[in-house]
């Protein structure tokens, strides 16, 4: 037999029969490796240890030290587990398919009967006795007719389904988990006992189509988590029970912030309270970006086709735009138009207006700028994923020479907005020149210089996403972390020479000549709607002072209060604090128990003890023990809190 090369991660090569299984090679590299031994990667495919190499390749050997082949074999073998548990238990039940996904993975079987959530506890007591068996695993490569033969006799027509959509030069394997098999492209374990017995649980069924063809049969999903260990899952579990605790969606229902409905899917309805979180939101950023030397502007919602067409947008966005067909007056002809889906052409329509001059450079342009996307229906996530919303938009014009300083300006802008809210560190992912790009070379070497130049500057550390840039020019991502570990994209600086080319902005240099001027994207927060979203969860709706919407509720302990509680909220609304009185006939523990699943930071109690001494009792939301102190201190004290943090 023929002799191959195969290169390990060192470098080193060594020369083995054609043919040799993976395994032999772990065998033959030490007793320990081959006993440590899951899978391997050969010329950068996951490779299963019973497959023979048969030419010339690269080769790394893997163990359960390696996080992402072990999770990726554990979650593939429990997926081909579970159905084999399903199988055993109902036997009538036809066996799909069954990917790894996310944290874990599904499987979709046919079966008349719904699966319950006792069901699926009796499938995890199942898959565990599988897992203690250890049974082996093995796989054979089989001609296409006799899996065809054999799914038939079977009466798995799924299954006969799939084989059709393999292609023909692929090989066909079949793959067994002791007497139970599958077809499968593999790789999997050597046997059921390495998969661990207590670090996956079952999580929920849902309803599929077959092939997501909504003509085809429904199936029944079955979602598993899997992880390496127990204390893994555990931290999962942690982490959905926090997500699920700061769901902003149940938080936006018990603050009153905001709905949704059917007949406007994914757009915001904005209740009093959540829309006074998004103003007092934009009033701050307005004043942020005037002190930063921007101006704002206002554009247009429904524009013409032809500008869309100009820009480039009609061809490569239309899937994405709302259309709108108009009936001119005498006009024979409908108009179309779109709803804008971003802000930038109609910028440099504004820019447009009148001869700019190198002097009126570096001119930021900032816009509120409402946009509506069509998104997918099942994309949509409450605020956080809607159709409907509004940028902290802006444009810079400027010359090339003027792309750091602005970048480093607005670097040092977002770390301060950031900080304000909430944020203290951000990641920054620097993506560069793709491969299919416009302009030369020596254009991205300088705006790539720039950007990497102004990052330095403000000494934030970044990451390169080489490659990732756009066809026109590179550009930076600003990743949030939220308190639970989340990691949110929201800022954006992207360096844009085309839209101003396509779209005919010029001034006039220094040389009296008219040059291009670059256009900057920006937006720091990102949208206010997903935005106010992060903030809700990351906070779980304890929104800082400045920025909750009912700052105070001042509650009456007996109706003898009335006058001095009316007169209290008085002081504070003067004082630009957002007070509310609460002089319901209820028990005041009511209402303190009321007022915090509404999340209002500060209430202030008022019984007789207090009218007669001027005071007030002062409870923090979350916390237990009161204060009485007296009513200007407190007046005064909240009026100092609810100052936004850009003007203390
Ligand atoms: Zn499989
Ligand atoms: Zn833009």
Not at 273 to 280: A, F, H, K, L
Request: net charge negative.
């Amino acid at each position: 037999m023929a002799d191959i090369s195969l290169t390990f991660p060192d470098g080193n090569s060594r020369s083995f029969p054609a043919g040799v299984t993976a395994a032999e090679v772990a065998t033959d590299i030490s007793t320990s490796l081959a006993k440590k031994a899951i899978s391997a990667t050969v010329n950068g495919a996951h490779w299963d240890l019973a497959w023979p190499i048969e030419a010339d390749a690269q080769i790394a050997i893997h163990t359960m030290k390696d996080n992402d082949q072990a999770l990726e074999l554990i979650r593939h073998d429990l997926a081909h587990i579970m159905a084999r548990a399903v199988q055993e238990i109902w036997p009538d039940t036809k066996v799909t398919i069954g990917p790894v996904r996310d944290n874990g993975w599904f499987y979709d079987f046919d079966r008349a009967e719904p699966f319950t959530p006792e069901d699926l506890g009796r499938i995890e007591d199942r898959m565990k006795q599988i897992i203690n068996a250890r049974d082996a695993v093995r796989t054979e490569v089989w001609t296409r007719e006799k899996v065809r033969t054999h799914y038939e006799a079977t009466g798995e027509p799924y299954k006969v389904e799939l084989l059709d959509r393999i292609p023909g030069d692929e090989p066909i394997r079949m793959y067994w988990h002791g007497p139970w098999m599958d077809l499968c492209r593999g790789p999997h374990l050597q046997h059921t006992g390495q998969v661990p017995s207590d670090a996956f649980k079952l999580m929920s069924v849902a309803a599929a189509y077959w092939l997501g063809d909504n003509t085809r049969p429904m199936l029944q999903r079955i979602y598993g988590v899997a992880f390496k260990n127990r204390d893994d899952l555990k931290a999962y579990m942690t982490f959905l029970e926090e997500a699920e605790k700061r769901d902003h969606r149940r938080l936006g229902r018990e603050m009153d912030l905001f709905h949704m409905q059917e007949e406007a899917p994914g757009q915001v309805f904005w209740h009093p309270n959540g829309w006074t979180i998004y103003t007092t939101l934009q009033d701050y950023m307005r004043r942020k970006q005037r002190a930063d030397g921007y101006v704002e502007v206002n554009t247009p919602q429904v524009v013409d086709r032809k500008l869309w067409e100009a820009s480039g947008h009609w061809d490569k966005y239309q899937d994405h735009m709302f259309i709108v067909e108009v009936d001119e007056e005498h006009a024979r002809e409908k108009a179309i138009n779109a709803l804008k889906p971003m802000n930038c052409p109609c910028h440099v329509q504004v820019f447009n207006q009148g001869l700019k001059s190198y002097r009126d450079l570096p001119l930021r342009m900032a816009e509120f700028g409402s946009c509506a996307r069509y998104e997918p229906s099942g994309a949509l996530h409450g605020i956080m994923r809607v159709r409907g919303f509004t940028q902290d938009d802006a444009h810079i014009f400027c010359t090339e020479d003027q792309i750091e300083a602005e970048c480093a300006k607005f670097i040092t802008f977002l770390a301060g907005v950031y900080k304000d809210l909430g944020f203290e560190a951000f990641e920054i992912a620097f993506a560069t020149r793709p491969e299919k790009r416009v302009g030369s070379d020596e254009s991205w070497d300088y705006v790539e210089d720039a950007l990497e130049n102004a990052i330095k500057k403000t000494g934030h550390a970044y990451r390169l996403e080489e490659g990732d840039g756009a066809f026109y020019g590179p550009k930076l991502d600003f990743y949030l972390t939220d308190a639970i570990g989340r990691v949110w994209q929201c800022g954006t600086f992207q360096v844009d020479p085309n839209l101003p080319e396509r779209l005919g902005a010029s001034y006039i240099a220094a040389d009296g000549a008219k040059h291009r001027p670059f256009m900057l994207h920006r937006a720091c927060l990102g949208s206010f709607e997903r935005f106010i979203g992060i903030l809700i969860e990351n906070s779980e709706g304890k929104l800082p002072f400045w920025l909750a919407p009912r700052q105070v509720v001042v509650a009456s302990i007996v109706s003898d209060a009335d006058d001095y509680v009316h007169e209290v909220v008085e002081t504070l609304r003067k004082a630009g604090v957002r007070a509310e009185a609460d002089i319901r006939n209820e028990k005041i523990n009511f209402k303190v128990r009321e007022h915090s699943v509404g999340k209002v930071p500060v209430i202030l109690a008022i019984g007789r003890k207090e009218v007669e001494d001027r005071t007030v009792t002062l409870r923090r939301l979350g916390e237990k023990h009161t204060q009485v102190l007296p009513v200007d201190q407190v007046v005064s004290d909240l009026k100092a809190e609810a100052v936004p943090p850009d003007l203390r």
